[in-house]
């Protein structure tokens, strides 16, 4: 859930930022970009500066877990750098998307065991129980700010010029 509050507040400033004259940051989705591609850099960066915070997340199954954790690390970081180079946003957002799917059994996982006790985080099993519903809004989240999908509904920006066009 900290990884919620990280891109709210960063996107409530880029919001702010815009109000104050900022450039580049005038729609919704150049905010929500800036708000994860922090989030993602925070949390990489942790992945990589802490890997042993993140072990107990994973089931034994997992081959080469201290190398798992850095990639994931690693992943998130790119996708938060892929989300700021327009040529590559929309790919970025889909493989976040993508990468947000990939990690939520281990999230399951945590919620069924009541927290593997991972420094920092709540042992309160509530905790666990409750980040489950907010993985599809991270889903979500990466592909509005790639603008691979509109809110709520109907083609992206980009569709929609490319149909206007034709």
């Known amino acids: 859930m900290l990884f919620l509050a990280l891109i709210s507040v960063v996107t409530l400033a ?3 930022a815009n109000r104050l004259g900022a450039p580049g940051l005038a729609d919704g989705p150049a905010r ?10 925070v949390v990489g960066a942790d992945h990589l500066f802490s890997p042993w915070r993140y072990l107990p997340m994973l089931p034994e199954i997992v081959p080469f877990p201290h190398a798992t954790v850095l990639f994931t690390g690693l992943c998130e970081i790119a996708g938060g750098i892929g989300l700021l180079v327009p040529r590559l946003r929309r790919l970025a957002g889909v ?3 993508v990468y947000f799917v990939c990690v939520f059994p281990a999230n399951i996982r ?3 065991l009541s ?8 042992s309160a099993a509530w905790y666990y129980w ?8 991270f889903v979500w989240w990466a592909l509005r700010a790639a603008e691979v999908i509109a ?6 920006r980009r569709r ?4 206007a066009e034709a």
């Open 110 to 112: 945590n919620a069924l």
């Open 130 to 137: 409750a980040r489950l519903p907010l993985q599809p809004v």
């Open 32 to 41: 929500m970009r800036a708000g994860l591609a922090v989030a993602l850099a």
């Open 151 to 156: 809110w709520p509904g109907g083609p992206s």
């Open 95 to 97: 493989m976040l998307a």
């Open 14 to 16: 880029a919001t702010l």
């Open 115 to 122: 927290g593997p006790g991972v420094e920092g985080l709540p």
């Open 160 to 163: 929609a010029g490319a149909a």
